[in-house]
């Protein structure tokens, strides 16, 4: 039993969604108009007709018939029902005089002498209802024009019937496509956040045995993994930062309102000359303002800019790191010799997984300049660059305040 009335309850909805959507069809009361103006008839109405059921869905009624939108006949009692069987216009100019219709159930219960109707087909071939007219006197409807009329009609309003279906299909993979991406983001959430204690335990443990006297073959191992754990860190932290943005969360900043920065900012350089021994990296501070910011992630941002110049930079080039804070703004920029970045890359250098030219060895997600721009912009900042023939900046501008 409550099978049964569960299944009516959809049947009936999908009814009601068909005239909710004739409703939404402006040009349809247009049409009625139209069609009720240019025949003399006093009655027009689109129709969802099925097996057993025959609906108005929009109405013209100038001759009091009684139907409203929602409105329901006995499908048995239509000739709608017989189109929907053969697919086939049915036009009677007089129905006393039509050989076929004279003695009809239908014009005799509902009084009418004119009647047309044409079938609406969707474009998969299915068939929706009729438009439909009818008046209590005899019009002169069979006519190439007339008929013309109906059919044009009846295929702008099939036309807009499958755009509406359309945009729901539409609607709801892009709701689906949501739903998948906001798991796909929380799954990359949690999976980055619990990365973080094995790949901590790895680096310690390289530290560990940095610190113990080795040969030369153990120490560049632990090197090696060292270096990787710092790698992995700092793609964890990057792809958390990046799922926290789409899960609505965004940057979170913690400011204080005088950081370190000169210390911060040695930090890292010290940092990144491990993972690139060898390396020159030359820096100039003049921080003479206190600056309200959050230092560690002014460090993650920097730590991306200064990982991504090592990278991308020639091993016997210098890379120069310039700090300065005065009344106004804080500046941070990084400088280093290299090719000239395309027009092309720049425009979409900030946006997520944009990588660039990437060159054999060169390896990531994409998102490191991505998370430093929002940083940048967590902080009512900017981060610019500037490439040429001989050299790529990176500017960092935020305000001190």
């Known amino acids: 039993m409550e099978l049964e009335t569960e299944k009516l309850r959809t049947i009936e909805a999908s009814f009601e969604a068909d005239v909710e959507a004739i409703s939404k069809i402006d040009a349809v009361s247009s049409i009625l108009e139209v069609i009720c103006r240019s025949t003399g008839m006093g009655f027009a109405a689109v129709a969802r007709v099925t097996t057993d059921r025959w609906i108005a869905c929009a109405v013209r009624d100038e001759i009091q018939f009684g139907l409203k939108p929602g409105g329901e006949l006995v499908i048995e009692s239509t000739i709608c029902h017989e189109i929907r069987q053969h697919h086939k216009a049915v036009v009677i100019d007089h129905v006393d005089n039509d050989e076929i219709y004279a003695g009809h159930h239908t014009p005799q219960m509902y009084g009418f002498q004119s009647y047309i109707s044409v079938p609406i087909m969707l474009k998969n071939g299915s068939f929706f209802g009729t438009l439909c007219a009818i008046d209590p006197r005899p019009a002169r409807l069979n006519t190439p024009e007339t008929l013309g009329m109906f059919n044009l009609f009846a295929d702008l309003i099939a036309f807009h019937l499958n755009a509406i279906d359309q945009l729901s299909i539409s609607e709801s993979k892009l709701q689906e496509e949501r739903k998948t991406a906001e798991l796909r983001d929380q799954f990359i959430a949690i999976l980055g956040h619990d990365l973080r204690n094995p790949v901590g335990a790895v680096s310690n443990v390289a530290q560990l045995l940095l610190r113990m006297p080795l040969d030369e073959r153990v120490k560049r191992l632990a090197t090696i993994v060292q270096d990787s754990s710092y790698r992995m860190k700092g793609l964890i932290d990057n792809i958390l930062d990046f799922a926290s ?45 206190p600056v309200n910011c959050d230092g560690k992630r002014i460090a993650q941002l920097f730590s991306n800019l200064l990982g991504n110049a090592l990278t991308h930079s020639e091993k016997d080039s210098p890379v120069s790191v310039k700090a300065i804070s005065n009344q106004k703004e804080f500046i941070l920029s990084i400088n280093n010799a290299g090719e000239k970045i ?10 997520p997984f944009s990588r660039g030219e990437i ?30 023939d ?11 305040q």
């Open 390 to 400: 001989d050299e790529t900046c990176f500017t960092l501008q935020i305000p001190v």
């Open 342 to 351: 395309p027009e092309a890359v720049v425009d979409r250098l900030f946006q």
């Open 245 to 289: 943005g789409h899960l609505g969360g965004g940057i979170v900043l913690n400011r204080t309102e005088n950081e370190p920065l000169e210390e911060i900012l040695n930090q890292i350089v010290t940092e990144l000359k491990v993972v690139w021994p060898g390396r020159t990296i030359n820096t100039q501070f003049i921080l003479t303002e």
């Open 359 to 388: 060159k054999p060895g060169q390896q990531g997600l994409g998102l490191g300049l991505y998370i430093a721009s929002e940083i940048a912009r967590a902080h009512g900042g900017t981060l610019t660059v500037c490439s040429t």
